[in-house]
């Protein structure tokens, strides 16, 4: 059985800090990009940040780049998402998903590249 499964949410005063988890199981964790995406209320949901466990690449939306740093534990097929001097307009549920690398990704991975969603984790930053 797939899963990819959040944790590390909650709220959190405006500049500081969260370190959301997402721990994947079920599928070859190497032949995926894994993705963090946001939905805030009314808004679409928009990818942030991924990261390819096989070469460790990594990518960034302008809104969170030097904010949010992703990373991988291939030992534990976890990736964290790691957010600094977060801002009320970071709240929104944050999403990990996977997405194959065997075909062509956008940038950034968008809700069509996904293969597999996590369950979600609120954020909520008070200003």
């Known amino acids: 059985e797939v899963q990819l499964v959040e944790s590390g949410g909650g709220l959190v005063q405006a500049g500081g800090s969260v370190r959301l988890s997402c721990a994947a199981s079920?599928?070859?964790?190497?032949?995926?990009?894994i993705g963090w995406f946001r939905q805030a209320p009314g808004k679409e949901r928009e990818g942030i940040s991924r990261i390819s466990s096989r070469d460790g690449s990594t990518r960034y939306a302008n809104s969170v780049k030097g904010r949010f740093t992703i990373s991988t534990d291939n030992a534990k097929n976890t990736v964290y998402l790691q957010m600094n001097s977060l801002k009320p307009e970071d709240t929104a549920v944050y999403y990990c998903?996977?997405?194959?690398?065997?075909?062509?990704?956008?940038?950034?991975?968008?809700?069509?590249?996904?293969?597999?969603w996590g369950q979600g984790t609120q954020v909520t930053v008070s200003s």
């Open positions: 079920g599928f070859r964790f190497d032949d995926y990009a």
């Open positions: 998903a996977a997405a194959s690398l065997r075909r062509g990704l956008s940038y950034l991975l968008t809700q069509w590249d996904i293969d597999y």
